[in-house]
């Protein structure tokens, strides 16, 4: 009968199951990493003469009610004149806003980059009653930023429901 030598053993056990824990926890180390990857956002890109804009729009809208803010952003483009369509759109959001209560602050949704010269900024805008959502598009023709597009909606609710659908699960 040979002669077993217990440290010889103990040591290729050991050895064994150091490799198959390393082995383990790289393996799980590598498919955490890029989990984690895709769920952290991405930092927001700070464009000053925008974002001014913004909080200037947000100040008015405040203190002043919605028909100041919107002739505020709607100004500082040249080629938006006072319009009938501009009334019409200060007249459907100040019905709104009497309907969903006062207002309470705003929150970044999203701002996205097209280029350095054309940036989207929505916004979900807390009231009272129900949020909306404003959405503004700026460009910068030159020098300083203007009002390219401005849209607001009351279906953002909506939109986040459908978003939560069992049929909306990617693979």
């Not at 949020?131 to 953002?156: E, H």
Request: one cysteine or more; proline letters at 4%.
């Amino acid at each position: 009968m040979k002669n077993l030598n217990i440290n010889h053993y103990f040591r290729r056990s050991f050895l064994l199951a150091a490799f198959i824990c390393g082995s383990y926890f790289y393996a799980a180390a590598q498919t955490a990493e890029p989990a984690a990857a895709a769920t952290a956002k991405p930092a927001v890109v700070t464009v000053k003469g925008a974002t001014s804009l913004v909080d200037a729009f947000f100040k008015k809208y405040k203190d002043d009610g919605s028909g100041p803010a919107i002739d505020y952003i709607f100004g500082t483009n040249k080629y938006f004149s006072n319009s009938a369509g501009i009334t019409q759109l200060k007249g459907h959001l100040d019905s709104l806003r009497q309907n969903i209560g006062a207002y309470l602050g705003k929150e970044l949704i999203v701002q996205k980059n097209a280029s350095n010269s054309l940036v989207l900024y929505s916004y979900l805008v807390k009231h009272e009653v129900q949020p909306i959502r404003i959405t503004f598009m700026f460009y910068k023709p030159k020098n300083d930023w203007v009002l390219y597009r401005f849209k607001y909606d009351d279906q953002i609710d909506a939109e986040l429901e459908e978003a939560g659908k069992i049929n909306n699960k990617r693979p």
